[in-house]
């Protein structure tokens, strides 16, 4: 069996989530490429060590530049703050590597194409993990669309809403600030909800966005501020927020759809809600990932007696992407299964000399888009992407 070493970087819940899908996606699916956990790099040795010794990862360093420059590293897992993205991309790309990055996917577009030039001039498979596309029933949505179970598409409807900053007392991390993150939720939540628009709807040709930020300072973090959650020990001493709190904005497809995308970390009850719908000339779906097993859809074409939205689970072996390497209809899949798929998929591409989506390419348009959602929200004006 021909083998891979793999080097992550990035050690907190990226860093975990991945780790479980490195070990675990060969007990599950035949690979033809078995990944080797070769070097875990964080930015504390002590808690990079203690990632590898939990998920297996032989080595532990805090030296990203030299790891992903070693010839016997063959895959870079880039899972850490977006601002390191470029560079970490960039040298992945120079050193030949394949490169597994977590979403968003650049600070700038600048950024995102010249990464972008980079992988492919390198040859290399280049993925970026918007993880959701990978969910069962948002591969059945795709496939219902291609089939034309929706018909043309007239509207895209999204909402993913969050609420672990909403107390004014939760420090400020590093996703809230703007040289780290890039965006703050119009990129960490709009980013998934703008790549699942392009994979089931298509590209999109203008937007009208607003932002707003509701809390403008934070206490700075303590030593042990947790991702989401206040930690404790917070300083007193308080830091700007540079970053949206909620961005909403209205899209026009090339395919003449119309959209609309709300996200927000102040949604009080609203934990992972990464919700949409598509309405189409022959019928519509809609997907919840608080119910990520499920498939809402209506056909147009049921007799006119028995119409209505109906709700499938998506857990068919035999029917549904993915599934068959789990468990049983009706033995349900989690959020980190996704995370398998990707891996899987990414294997595969390598081993058949093929690629995999979403890419560098798709993080291009990516950020064609939520940069011109914040061109629009500081100019009061509808702003044409890319
Ligand atoms: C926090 O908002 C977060 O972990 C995002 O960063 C992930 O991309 C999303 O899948 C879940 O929520």
């Known amino acids: 069996?021909?083998?891979?070493?793999?080097?992550?970087?990035?050690?907190k819940f990226m860093g975990k989530a991945h780790s479980n899908a490195w070990a675990n996606t060969p007990r599950f699916f035949d690979v033809g490429i078995k990944p080797v956990m070769k070097v875990a790099v964080g930015t504390d040795m002590a808690g990079t060590q203690k990632l590898a010794d939990t998920w297996g990862w032989e080595e532990a360093s805090v030296n990203w530049r030299?790891?992903?420059a070693r010839p016997d590293i063959d895959i870079v897992d880039i899972a850490a703050p977006t601002n390191l993205h470029y560079e970490m991309a960039m040298a992945a790309a120079e050193h030949g590597k394949h490169i597994f990055l977590e979403k968003p996917f650049a600070i700038t577009v600048e950024q995102a194409r010249e990464m972008y030039a980079a992988a492919q001039k390198a040859g290399v498979v280049h993925y970026v993990n918007h993880n959701y596309r990978r969910v069962p029933a948002i591969r059945l949505a795709k496939r219902l669309i291609n089939e034309g179970f929706v018909g043309r598409i007239?509207?895209?409807?999204?909402?993913?809403?969050?609420?672990?900053?909403?107390d004014p007392n939760f420090p400020l991390t590093w996703h809230l600030r703007k040289e780290v993150?890039?965006?703050?939720?119009h990129g960490d939540l709009g980013s998934h909800s703008v790549d699942l628009a392009r994979y089931l709807v298509g590209d999109i040709q203008t937007v009208t966005g607003f932002t707003s930020t509701f809390i403008k300072e934070r206490p700075l973090p303590g030593k042990d501020a947790a991702t989401f959650s206040a930690g404790s020990g917070e300083s007193t001493e308080m830091g700007e927020v540079t970053v949206d709190d909620a961005s909403f904005f209205l899209a026009e497809f090339a395919n003449g759809a119309l959209g609309s995308f709300e996200v927000s970390r102040f949604a009080p009850g609203r934990k992972n809600y990464n919700y949409f719908e598509i309405y189409g000339s022959e019928g519509s779906i809609a997907f919840n990932l608080e119910r990520m097993n499920e498939l809402q859809i209506f056909s147009r074409n049921d007799p006119a007696y028995a119409q209505g939205f109906r709700t499938i689970l998506v857990t068919e072996g035999g029917q549904?992407?993915?599934?068959?390497?789990w468990w049983p209809p009706g033995h349900t899949i989690g959020y980190e299964h996704e995370f398998h798929h990707a891996v899987y998929d990414f294997l595969k591409a390598i081993e058949?000399?093929?690629?995999i989506e979403p890419n560098f390419y798709d993080g291009v348009k990516e950020m064609e888009v939520l940069t011109a959602v914040i061109e629009s929200a500081e100019s009061g004006h509808k702003v044409s992407v890319g």
Do not use: C, P
Request: hydrophobic share 45%; proline share 0%.
């Open 1 to 11: 069996m021909k083998t891979m070493n793999v080097a992550i970087i990035g050690t």
């Open 66 to 68: 030299e790891v992903v």
């Open 154 to 166: 007239f509207h895209w409807r999204s909402t993913y809403l969050q609420d672990w900053i909403v």
């Open 181 to 185: 993150a890039g965006f703050g939720v």
């Open 320 to 325: 549904h992407d993915y599934i068959a390497n």
């Open 352 to 355: 058949t000399g093929g690629s």
